[in-house]
């Protein structure tokens, strides 16, 4: 009961545990960062192998374990298969291996439990048959080389309401879909119970700024995605993914209190108005 403020980062699963806990305590003020499932949509405009190599390495940072990581893309239907075919070329040559290496560019999943989880997701993906598979959609043991590892996994026209789509996977795993409009693209993005990070990558300013407005997220990237993330700029998410933010000098405001005091002076007429 001594403790006031909790603050934790990790599965939206265990921050609903953490926040109904707080609230038959002693109502603990609770700051989370928790999962996401961040959508990126790429225009027809957009530098398309930048846009490849951005977020390929988003799917692919810390073997795929990131909050942040870009696990929903969303290209025009005009440039879809050009952006996949140069999106599938730097995911899958991805040199997988010891992280503690400077040439490793994908290590193992944290643990076992992790890595069985993921399975169960690429099990579902062959199962649901409701998209096409890229690349990869096996793990190490399946392939023959040990280890924790899974291979860097993308599926294309996979159906919005498939669990791949919907639940956060926590690994190298990425669906590819496409869309013909702004307005389409934009409420894909949005239909999901998270909201920590999205991007946009479009040479036009306009729609950059107004489909930045648009996202129901935390943290937003133009012509740049997860893990970009400045130290001195807040972090955070909305809806599911969290409550509160995080960075230099705004975090320090999650553990304060405000307070107000009025003091009335001897001889002075008081304005209850302007009081």
Same mark, same amino acid.
């Given at each position: 009961?001594?403790?006031?403020?909790?603050?934790?980062?990790?599965?939206?699963?265990?921050?609903?545990?953490?926040?109904?806990?707080?609230?038959?305590?002693?109502?603990?003020?609770?700051?989370?960062?928790?999962?996401?499932?961040?959508?990126?949509?790429?225009?027809?405009?957009?530098?398309?192998?930048?846009?490849?190599?951005?977020?390929?390495?988003?799917?692919?940072?810390?073997?795929?374990?990131?909050?942040?990581?870009?696990?929903?893309?969303?290209?025009?239907?005009?440039?879809?298969?050009?952006?996949?075919?140069?999106?599938?070329?730097?995911?899958?040559?991805?040199?997988?291996?010891?992280?503690?290496?400077?040439?490793?560019?994908?290590?193992?999943?944290?643990?076992?439990?992790?890595?069985?989880?993921?399975?169960?997701?690429?099990?579902?993906?062959?199962?649901?048959?409701?998209?096409?598979?890229?690349?990869?959609?096996?793990?190490?043991? +399946?392939?023959?080389?040990?280890?924790?590892?899974?291979?860097?996994?993308?599926?294309?026209?996979?159906?919005?309401?498939?669990?791949?789509?919907?639940?956060?996977?926590?690994?190298?795993?990425?669906?590819?879909?496409?869309?013909?409009? +702004?307005?389409?693209?934009?409420?894909?993005?949005?239909?999901? +119970?998270?909201?920590?990070?999205?991007?946009?990558?479009?040479?036009?300013?306009?729609?950059?700024?107004?489909?930045?407005?648009?996202?129901?997220?935390?943290?937003?990237?133009?012509?740049?995605?997860?893990?970009?993330?400045?130290?001195?700029?807040?972090?955070?998410?909305?809806?599911?993914?969290?409550?509160?933010?995080?960075?230099?000098?705004?975090?320090?405001?999650?553990?304060?209190?405000?307070?107000?005091?009025?003091?009335?002076?001897?001889?002075?007429?008081?304005?209850?108005?302007?009081?």
């Amino acid at each position: 009961m001594d403790i006031r403020v909790i603050n934790f980062t990790g599965s939206t699963l265990t921050g609903r545990a953490i926040q109904t806990a707080a609230s038959s305590s002693n109502l603990k003020k609770v700051i989370l960062e928790l999962g996401g499932k961040s959508p990126t949509l790429i225009f027809e405009d957009a530098d398309i192998a930048e846009a490849a190599a951005d977020t390929a390495n988003s799917v692919l940072f810390n073997s795929g374990q990131t909050c942040m990581a870009g696990t929903r893309v969303y290209v025009q239907e005009s440039v879809a298969e050009s952006f996949m075919s140069a999106f599938v070329k730097i995911f899958s040559a991805a040199r997988k291996g010891d992280p503690l290496l400077l040439d490793t560019e994908m290590g193992p999943q944290a643990d076992k439990k992790q890595f069985e989880q993921i399975k169960t997701y690429l099990a579902t993906a062959r199962s649901e048959a409701t998209g096409t598979l890229l690349t990869g959609g096996r793990a190490s043991n +399946e392939a023959g080389d040990g280890g924790y590892f899974i291979e860097p996994t993308a599926y294309c026209h996979v159906a919005e309401n498939s669990k791949t789509q919907r639940e956060e996977i926590f690994g190298p795993f990425v669906n590819i879909n496409s869309f013909k409009k +702004e307005s389409e693209a934009i409420q894909k993005a949005n239909a999901t +119970e998270y909201g920590l990070y999205a991007s946009v990558y479009t040479k036009d300013l306009s729609r950059a700024l107004r489909v930045a407005k648009a996202f129901e997220s935390g943290f937003v990237g133009v012509n740049c995605t997860s893990p970009t993330s400045p130290q001195d700029m807040p972090f955070g998410g909305y809806k599911c993914s969290g409550q509160g933010r995080e960075g230099l000098g705004h975090s320090l405001s999650e553990y304060l209190e405000c307070k107000s005091v009025v003091v009335k002076l001897e001889g002075t007429a008081i304005d209850a108005h302007k009081a």
